[in-house]
């Protein structure tokens, strides 16, 4: 069993910067792959980044692709995720998952485990 919880969403002017965090309990952290997805009012949750279980492959939508940036460190279970140039399309709630199959990362049926998401609010 894994329990997320993100942290770090909040208000921030459109060009600003957030990071988000989510952190992992347990003991098997480093073995699942751990991803973002985000869901804006009225519409789909969304995949957003994902990273391997070691942090060396990593995958983007193509909304935030050099935007966005995913890292993980596995001694404090936690995943980031470094929101830059933020724009008003990205507010949404942000949620991190794991996931034990880095290959299906895209797709939300492939995770095991969801945080309870975090609100980001980019004003233009």
């Known amino acids: 069993q894994v329990q997320l919880v993100e942290s770090g969403g909040g208000l921030v002017q459109a060009g600003g910067s957030l990071r988000l965090s989510c952190r992992a309990s347990?003991?098997?952290?480093?073995?699942?792959?751990m991803g973002w997805f985000r869901q804006a009012p009225g519409k789909e949750r969304e995949f957003v980044a994902v990273i391997s279980w070691n942090g060396d492959y990593t995958y983007y939508a193509d909304s935030v692709k050099g935007r966005f940036t995913i890292s993980r460190d596995n001694a404090k279970n936690t995943v980031y995720l470094q929101m830059n140039s933020l724009k008003s399309e990205d507010t949404a709630v942000y949620y991190c998952?794991?996931?034990?199959?880095?290959?299906?990362?895209?797709?939300?049926?492939?995770?095991?485990?969801w945080g309870q998401g975090t609100q980001v609010t980019v004003s233009s």
């Open positions: 998952a794991a996931t034990s199959d880095y290959g299906l990362g895209g797709y939300q049926y492939a995770y095991h485990y």
């Open positions: 347990g003991r098997t952290f480093s073995s699942y792959a």
